[in-house]
């Protein structure tokens, strides 16, 4: 679909059912993604749901972003705020999530591994 999109340029009726199958195969991608992630234990459970809304995220802002040529400073200076915004909320996250795994994870490894097999 994405190739024929590309390649083709579909127009009209023809570009509204591509992007639709293109839609329904980026779906089902990133739900192959989020299992692909799946490692096993509560903590990966989460890295993988956080990493599908990550990179969904990054997709997103790029999709409504302007062109290139179209962008202004304050694009650029939103771009900016919103980038250190996030690479300090993953920073945070992440310490909070190893300090919790130092302080809780035997536990919750020991409640896992009794649990049903």
């Given amino acids: 679909v994405c190739g024929y999109s590309v390649f083709r340029r579909p127009v009209g009726r023809r570009a509204e059912v591509t992007a639709l199958l293109y839609g329904v195969a980026m779906g089902l991608t990133f ?24 990179v969904l995220s990054l997709l997103g802002v790029i999709a409504f972003a302007p062109r290139l040529d179209r962008m202004r400073a304050h694009h650029w200076a939103t771009g900016g705020v919103t980038f250190i ?24 490894h020991n409640i896992e591994q009794s649990g049903p097999q």
Avoid: N
Wanted: hydrophobic share 50%; no cysteine.
């Fill in 31 to 54: 739900d192959e993604f989020g299992m692909w992630l799946h490692l096993g234990g509560s903590y990966w459970q989460r890295a993988s749901f956080d990493a599908v809304i990550v």
């Fill in 85 to 108: 915004a996030v690479v300090t909320f993953y920073w945070m996250l992440y310490r909070s999530l190893h300090f919790a795994e130092a302080r809780v994870g035997p536990r919750l």
